[in-house]
């Protein structure tokens, strides 16, 4: 009975935490509809949206800043759930995309197709997350096999230390790569790679929109494994989970999640440690209530970060991924001093 009831508080707890941040990311959304150099007033966005509204603001609107809120809010949702299911596959809480070097590999292979073509300007928009799941899947295969031991399995520690090497690695080349670019080809780069959600009209948002109405319900309907997993290999492995057949798939939506996010909003750090952090302060370790404030968290901190960085210098626009580094840095070192081992 007793058990009964805490979880049951527990999911109560959860409801309405979900429900409070879907209301935050919804105020999110109308102030971010409002922000920008050419301003239009909550009245007039209600306008707008019911098509009572000018063709300047249509076009602002519809064909500027709608697209790139909802590519704001997907790739929060897929780097932040990313993280989670690598902090909790590896037992890691300083796991993510960004500083085990999967972004880093999802960038470098959108990087090479524009130093191989360099008469384009960017990779298609539908060609672009493949380009980067084959840099991301190749990159996590490599910091798998090295940070694997025989008969010792993987190292949480081991694990991160090897992320951050490759990752370092990987990022020298896509600058060597960069310095060759010709000088069209090196504003998109460099815009890309400090993550200004450059890619934000409707083509990336329906090139986008798959991967993440595919990826997170099956990540969803492995929270229970992701519980197993992240507490004690021997206790899922005797309840008949099969860890390196589970471990594989969860990876493999991991990688897909974040090299999708990246290849369409550019290199966004941090969310991936921040969102699972936030949630499993909120609600508990339990992923089945975890990864859905995981995803909305996440979804709120790339919209924010991309509104104020539209808003706080007038002359100019600060890419999102900075606004969320200036926060991501000073928590990741917080996190790492708290660890132990």
Do not use: C
Not at 170 to 185: C, G, K, V
């Amino acid at each position: 009975m007793d058990i009964d009831h805490f979880s049951h508080k527990r999911k109560s707890r959860s409801v309405r935490l979900i429900l409070l941040f879907a209301v935050l990311l919804l105020v999110g959304f109308v102030l971010s509809l409002n922000t920008g150099p050419y301003s239009i007033g909550p009245f007039e966005v209600l306008q707008t949206l019911l098509g009572e509204g000018s063709k300047k603001q249509s076009l602002v609107l519809f064909e500027l800043r709608l697209p790139r809120m909802v590519i704001a809010v997907m790739i929060g949702a897929g780097l932040a759930v990313s993280g989670a299911i690598l902090q909790g596959i590896s037992r890691n809480g300083l796991s993510d995309p960004g500083i085990l070097g999967i972004s880093s590999g999802a960038g470098l292979a959108v990087l090479l197709f524009v130093s191989l073509y360099p008469a384009t300007n960017m990779a298609p928009p539908f060609l672009m997350p493949f380009l980067a799941l084959i840099g991301a899947t190749a990159t996590a295969g490599i910091i798998y096999m090295l940070a694997y031991k025989k008969g010792h399995g993987i190292s949480p520690t081991r694990l991160l230390l090897t992320g951050i090497a490759v990752g370092a690695g990987l990022s020298a080349i896509s600058i060597i790569l960069t310095l060759q670019l010709n000088p069209r080809n090196l504003e998109f780069v460099v815009t890309w790679q400090m993550g200004s959600l450059w890619g934000s009209n409707w083509k990336f948002v329906l090139a986008l929109l798959p991967w993440m109405v595919i990826l997170l319900p099956y990540v969803y309907r492995k929270a229970n494994v992701l519980n197993l997993l992240s507490m004690n290999e021997h206790i899922a492995a005797s309840l008949g989970v099969s860890l390196q057949r589970e471990r594989l798939a969860l990876m493999t939506g991991a990688v897909g999640l974040a090299a999708s996010s990246v290849a369409t909003g550019g290199g966004i750090g941090f969310i991936g440690l921040l969102g699972p952090h936030i949630a499993r302060r909120l609600v508990g370790p339990q992923h089945q209530y975890m990864l859905p404030i995981t995803a909305l968290v996440g979804s709120l901190l790339v919209l924010a970060g991309d509104t104020i960085g539209r808003s706080i210098m007038p002359a100019t626009e600060v890419p999102a991924g900075i606004v969320i580094s200036l926060i991501g840095g000073p928590y990741f070192l917080y996190l790492l001093i708290r660890t132990k081992g």
